[in-house]
């Protein structure tokens, strides 16, 4: 079983800044791919950002130029840097890993973080 800890959510202005984590522990074998969706009330879950064990990232085009995805591997921790926020930024931020356990791969959420974007 793996843990997917997410902290830094918070209430901001528009056009400020908030840094997300989201730490991996337990039975973790190989992280693949790590990442962050969002979900605003009445919405489905969305893709925000990935990143793969490689360091190649992927971004919603609501986001790009605006929020940066990084990871740290020796820490199983994944980033995610959101600069000039929007109010429709606002959603609960999800953070997901696919983890590797011998042939199979497995997936995994956080249990969200809240981003509240509002003046």
């Known amino acids: 079983q793996v843990q997917l800890v997410e902290s830094g959510g918070g209430l901001v202005q528009p056009g400020g800044s908030l840094r997300l984590s989201c730490a991996a522990s337990?039975?973790?074998?190989?992280?693949?791919?790590m990442g962050w969706y969002r979900q605003a009330p009445g919405k489905e879950r969305e893709l925000v950002a990935v990143?793969?064990?490689?360091?190649?990232?992927g971004y919603a085009g609501s986001v790009k130029g605006r929020f940066t995805i990084s990871r740290d591997n020796a820490r199983n921790t994944v980033y995610l840097q959101m600069n000039s926020l929007k109010p429709e930024d606002t959603a609960l931020y999800y953070c997901?890993?696919?983890?590797?356990?011998?042939?199979?791969?497995?997936?995994?959420w956080g249990q969200g973080t809240q981003v509240t974007v509002s003046s």
């Open positions: 337990g039975r973790i074998g190989s992280i693949n791919d």
């Open positions: 997901n890993a696919k983890v590797l356990d011998g042939p199979r791969q497995y997936n995994y």
């Open positions: 990143i793969t064990s490689g360091g190649t990232t």
